[in-house]
């Protein structure tokens, strides 16, 4: 079984910053693609940022620079440094990870964290 547990969020202003953590952990072999999504009320969950074994990362264009992805291969962590927050981010964030599990190390399997809630005060 694998698990991801987020953490870092919480309430911030407006302009200010937070660092997101998940931590996969279980019987894995090996993580991909590690990735981060929000969703806020009343909205479709949207993606924010992959990144790769390699440390090859993508983001969405909403983002116009503001956040960071970054892993820690050892720790199968993946970090989401977000700057200048407005409102707007408000959501609950998730994890996604694609895991090859010591149980069965053929496949890679797609799993998601709890969330983990920011909000921003204007």
């Known amino acids: 079984q694998v698990q991801l547990v987020e953490s870092g969020g919480g309430l911030v202003q407006a302009g200010g910053s937070l660092r997101l953590s998940c931590a996969a952990s279980?019987?894995?072999?090996?993580?991909?693609?590690m990735a981060w999504y929000r969703q806020a009320p009343g909205k479709q969950r949207e993606f924010l940022a992959v990144i790769n074994s390699g440390g090859n990362a993508n983001y969405a264009d909403l983002l116009k620079g503001r956040f960071t992805i970054s892993r820690d291969n050892a720790k199968n962590t993946v970090y989401l440094q977000m700057n200048s927050l407005n409102p707007e981010d408000t959501a609950t964030y998730y994890c996604?990870?694609?895991?090859?599990?010591?149980?069965?190390?053929?496949?890679?399997?797609?799993?998601w964290g709890q969330g983990t809630q920011v909000t921003v005060s204007s």
């Open positions: 996604n990870a694609h895991v090859v599990s010591r149980t069965n190390p053929r496949i890679a399997v797609e799993y």
């Open positions: 279980g019987s894995i072999f090996s993580v991909s693609y």
